[in-house]
């Protein structure tokens, strides 16, 4: 603690001499041209000279002294028509000193707007820094609440799961289906939790990879099978199709699967959750030379156009009247894992009603074992 009291009284004591030093040196400045001002006619304006030290006080001293300095610059420019009094002076010579004060003036107003420009500068600077510094704060927090909110969980889906097989006795049919909510319930916090920790980790780390030659139609497959039980809580029908083709085809691209699963179920569970009861969802899966395509269109509500250049920004969820507000993290993380695979991102309304979501991705040319 002494150390440290010792260390800011240095500074102070460095800053004030060396405030000090500088005063002495305007004062210097001053008397080196108030000497040119007055040992030489009146016809010689020297007062410009002035501008130098006011500079240099409203550099490095206070505001009040920079314009004192500025004041007893013009008094001694204008003073010298009349001292010391000994030849006569024309009109010229009051003429070119009143300039030379209209200059000084000039040129103390100007420093000190430049002052008070310069302190709102770093104001505005330190706020902002603050401002990052707090944000990185939370962010850590929250980061570090969040994966230690999934102990907690998976000892409850666990518990949950026991339940169920009837590890704490028989579970009677009307405590199945409360059974069954909670472990939906439980499953659809650690799924957000989890999501909230990848988007942590992609921001500060980036998106790791693990690129491999997969189908779309496989993965696409697979997601449409495991999001049933959900559509049909809904009440929610799933179609899937080849676009144009009445055929299954291959959708081959080079990325990572469980990533692109996430992909596919987050527009999947978004698709069912906006969407009204007895409604379809339909998976359109378009194939291209360049690029395949995937689509997952509703028949909710639809987005209301401004909003739809925000919908993949984080936390975004919208004011529309669509059934259902997430956390705002599903369509971000998606967006984070399509433009990490180098590929494109979007949503667009549908006619008359309902909405689409879709990604493309490059295609890659041919997988070797479907060419054989």
């Known amino acids: 603690m002494w150390q440290l009291q010792h260390i800011f009284h240095s500074k102070n004591l460095h800053s004030k001499n060396r405030h000090l030093g500088i005063f002495w040196l305007v004062v210097g400045l001053f008397a080196v041209v108030l000497s040119l001002e007055f040992l030489t006619p009146p016809d010689y304006v020297f007062g410009y000279l002035y501008i130098g030290p006011i500079l240099l006080a409203s550099a490095h001293l ?13 008094v001694l420019t204008l003073i010298n028509v009349w001292l010391p009094g000994i030849e006569t002076v024309g009109m010229p010579t ?4 009143i300039i030379a004060t209209l200059a000084l003036i000039v040129t103390g107003v100007l420093s000190d707007r430049n002052r008070l420009y310069q302190q709102t500068v770093l104001q505005q600077q330190a706020k902002l820094e603050a401002q990052e510094k707090l944000a990185s704060i939370r962010e850590d927090f929250a980061s570090a609440l969040t994966h230690d909110l999934k102990t907690p969980l998976l000892g409850a889906i666990e518990t949950l799961k026991a339940f169920q097989q ?59 099978t495991a999001m049933t ?13 080849h676009g144009a083709s009445d055929f299954r085809q291959f959708l081959w691209v080079k990325g990572d699967t469980l990533q692109l699963q996430r992909v596919m179920a987050n527009l999947l569970a978004n698709a069912i959750n906006h969407s009204p009861r007895g409604a379809r969802v339909e998976v359109a899966l378009e194939p291209g030379s360049s690029h395949q395509i995937v689509k997952v269109t509703d028949q909710g509500a639809g987005i209301k156009p401004d909003e739809i250049p925000y919908l993949f920004e984080r936390f975004y969820q919208g004011q529309s009247d669509r059934q259902a507000k997430g956390s705002g993290l599903g369509l971000y993380l998606s967006r984070q894992i399509i433009e990490a695979h180098s590929g494109t991102i979007w949503a667009e309304n549908r ?13 890659f040319p041919c997988h070797p074992s479907y060419s054989a």
């Open 62 to 74: 206070s505001r009040k002294t920079t314009l004192l300095a500025t004041l007893i610059a013009c």
């Open 94 to 97: 009051i003429a070119s000193r």
């Open 166 to 224: 009837g590890s704490f006795g028989s579970v009677q049919l009307s405590q199945e289906s409360v059974l069954a909510t909670m472990m939906r319930s439980h499953q659809t916090t650690l799924q957000m939790v989890e999501t909230l920790l990848d988007v942590y980790r992609n921001d500060n780390e980036g998106l790791q990879l693990n690129l491999a030659i997969v189908d779309l139609v496989e993965i696409a497959e697979e997601i449409t």
């Open 229 to 241: 039980d959900l559509a049909a809580s809904r009440r929610v029908h799933i179609s899937l199709h």
């Open 351 to 363: 006619q008359p009603t309902g909405a689409t979501f879709a990604f493309r991705l490059p295609t």
